[in-house]
């Protein structure tokens, strides 16, 4: 009987001593009770929204931000079947959206028509624009498309007709007036992953491709030249879902993707940032 009485006074110390350090790891319990917070966003914006969320957690140490990605058409079926549910606004057992940020504008306005999201939050951040990059080692290289046109440069582009990325590319050039000074010397890939493979293989001396896929080859690519203006640029937006289960959380996230530091963000993913929308 003593003996028992000791194993059990020995377990009870025991457990007493591991939830005491638990506590001490998880200050106030806060990682243990992390809310959640889910972003519903195309796959396109994936180095932008980890910055911004890594951002927000940093300032609510008490919330945890989820990324669920998904193409523009299936978001948008995803959250239909959601909120025409029965059974409740749940979606892929992951509990329910708080904001959608799908990858331009066209989606959250067609969310806007049907109700899905709510009237008056949409919150633009973060813009798509062009950039020039050369290979990482070449040292030196053309800084503008003047210095390109005037050169003998060849210049990598993606096709006008398959992307968005070769449209934009398109209408800058016409509206600079650098297709003929270019003439003989462009260099049509499929998209902006041929863009990069052929300047990275040679085959063209500069390319012409977004400011987030050059961060993601940074290793390899160098940006020489920015281009802000000849063509319109993709703007990027949230809004929140119209069954967003804590509505304060989903204004400060709005209200924080427009503060000075999210835009620093922004621009180190390599977007521009539009001119603020207010509430």
Same mark, same amino acid.
């Given at each position: 009987?003593?003996?028992?009485?000791?194993?059990?006074?020995?377990?009870? $110390?025991?457990?007493?001593?591991?939830?005491?350090?638990?506590?001490?790891?998880?200050?106030?319990?806060?990682?243990?009770?992390?809310?959640?917070?889910? %972003?519903?966003?195309?796959?396109?914006?994936?180095? !932008?929204?980890?910055?911004?969320?890594?951002?927000?957690?940093?300032?609510?140490? *008490?919330?945890?931000?989820?990324?669920?990605?998904?193409?523009?058409?299936?978001?948008?079926?995803?959250?239909?079947?959601?909120?025409?549910?029965?059974?409740?606004?749940?979606? @892929?057992?992951?509990?329910? %959206?708080?904001?959608? $940020?799908?990858?331009?504008?066209?989606?959250?306005?067609?969310?806007? @028509?049907?109700?899905? @999201?709510?009237?008056?939050?949409?919150?633009?951040?973060?813009?798509?624009?062009?950039?020039? !990059?050369?290979?990482?080692?070449?040292?030196?290289?053309?800084?503008?498309?003047?210095?390109?046109?005037?050169?003998?440069?060849?210049?990598?582009?993606?096709?006008?007709?398959?992307?968005?990325?070769?449209?934009?590319?398109?209408?800058?050039?016409?509206?600079?007036?650098?297709? *003929?000074?270019?003439?003989?010397?462009?260099?049509?890939?499929?998209?902006?992953?041929?863009?990069?493979?052929?300047?990275?293989?040679?085959?063209?001396?500069?390319?012409?491709?977004?400011?987030?896929?050059? !961060? *993601?080859?940074?290793?390899?690519?160098?940006?020489?030249? @920015? %281009?802000?203006?000849?063509?319109?640029?993709?703007?990027?937006?949230?809004?929140?879902?119209?069954?967003?289960?804590?509505?304060?959380?989903?204004? *400060?996230?709005?209200?924080?993707?427009?503060?000075?530091?999210?835009?620093?963000?922004?621009?180190? $993913?390599?977007?521009?940032?539009?001119?603020?929308?207010?509430?």
């Amino acid at each position: 009987m003593k003996r028992q009485w000791h194993r059990n006074h020995l377990v009870r $110390a025991f457990l007493c001593t591991w939830c005491v350090a638990v506590l001490l790891w998880c200050p106030a319990g806060q990682a243990l009770a992390a809310e959640s917070f889910v %972003i519903a966003a195309s796959p396109s914006l994936k180095g !932008v929204l980890e910055r911004l969320s890594s951002g927000f957690e940093q300032a609510h140490p *008490e919330v945890r931000v989820k990324l669920y990605f998904d193409s523009g058409l299936q978001l948008r079926q995803t959250i239909a079947g959601m909120e025409n549910s029965m059974v409740g606004q749940y979606f @892929v057992g992951s509990g329910p %959206i708080n904001l959608v $940020a799908p990858g331009g504008d066209e989606v959250i306005t067609r969310l806007q @028509v049907k109700y899905y @999201v709510l009237p008056g939050t949409t919150r633009s951040y973060a813009m798509d624009q062009l950039v020039l !990059v050369v290979p990482e080692s070449l040292v030196e290289a053309p800084e503008s498309l003047e210095a390109i046109g005037q050169g003998r440069a060849r210049l990598a582009i993606a096709d006008r007709t398959r992307t968005k990325l070769g449209a934009q590319t398109a209408d800058m050039l016409q509206a600079s007036g650098m297709e *003929e000074a270019l003439k003989g010397r462009l260099d049509v890939a499929t998209d902006g992953r041929g863009v990069i493979d052929h300047v990275l293989s040679g085959q063209a001396d500069v390319g012409i491709i977004f400011g987030d896929q050059a !961060v *993601e080859q940074q290793q390899r690519l160098r940006v020489v030249g @920015v %281009i802000n203006k000849g063509y319109k640029p993709t703007v990027h937006s949230m809004a929140m879902e119209r069954y967003c289960p804590d509505r304060r959380l989903c204004e *400060e996230f709005l209200a924080y993707i427009q503060t000075p530091e999210a835009q620093r963000l922004v621009e180190q $993913a390599g977007y521009a940032v539009p001119a603020m929308s207010g509430w």
